[in-house]
């Protein structure tokens, strides 16, 4: 089955730098990957979702790209500042029918 | 976004009792509910999927009988933890789908909390 893995736990960033957050997959290429933001307590919110057949999405300070033949989505947030600070997760599913597969997340903190 | 609301946000309940999440879509018409559950430091889990007016789809593992779910409308579902156990303490978020797009919008969550 699709595994959806992010390395990295914690991250640390001084603010104003680009944060590089990594998401991978173990099986077949996801028909999309999405990336999500939880603060603590809460539920996650939906940032950006990006197709297989689709190299780079851009949103403000966030972009993403997916790396078919790496088998990985790269997710940056450029110019941080510390209200970035949060858990990102990846995510994919087949479709709008299907539930949600998360990767474990990555805690970014963004140092003033 | 969506709108989607949750309650209780917060419940602490005793062994072997029963307890009621609710989840509503106020803004939009959810056909599809996603019931995920999230253990301290570890990341959302699905547990179960249901379309408004059928039986709930369980995940492996997701025991049917002590996951209730009843999705009578399209604004609303709840899960009832039955017989709740220390174990089942964990944050339980809720996703209303009401169309056919990949991406999902979370309710804020119920920390549930079993002595």
């Known amino acids: 089955s699709q595994k959806i893995e992010q390395n990295s736990e914690a991250l640390n960033i001084q603010e104003g730098k680009t944060a590089t957050l990594t998401c991978n997959y173990t099986n077949y290429s996801p028909a999309y990957l999405q990336w999500y933001r939880q603060d603590p307590g809460r539920g996650p919110v939906f940032l950006l979702l990006i197709r297989e057949n689709e190299k780079e999405k851009r949103k403000e300070r966030l972009k993403v790209t997916f790396d078919t033949t790496l088998k990985q989505s790269l997710f940056h947030i450029t110019a941080s500042q510390p209200a970035d600070s949060a858990t990102y997760l990846c995510a994919h599913s087949g479709g709008g029918a299907d539930g949600l597969t998360f990767g474990k997340g990555t805690h970014l903190i963004i140092q003033p | 976004g969506a709108v989607v609301s949750q309650h209780p946000s917060w419940v602490i309940c005793k062994s072997g009792t029963s307890v009621k999440i609710e989840c509503r879509s106020l803004d939009f018409q959810a056909t599809t509910m996603f019931w995920y559950r999230q253990f301290p430091k570890q990341s959302l889990m699905l547990m179960a999927t249901s379309n408004e007016g059928s039986k709930a789809t369980y995940e492996q593992g997701v025991e049917k009988d002590k996951f209730l779910i009843n999705h009578a409308s399209l604004t609303l579902s709840t899960l009832t933890v039955t017989s709740a156990h220390p174990e089942d303490s964990s944050f339980y978020i809720c996703?209303?789908?009401?169309?056919?797009?990949?991406?999902?919008?979370f309710g804020p969550g119920t920390r549930l909390t079993v002595t």
């Open positions: 996703s209303p789908q009401g169309t056919s797009r990949p991406e999902q919008y």
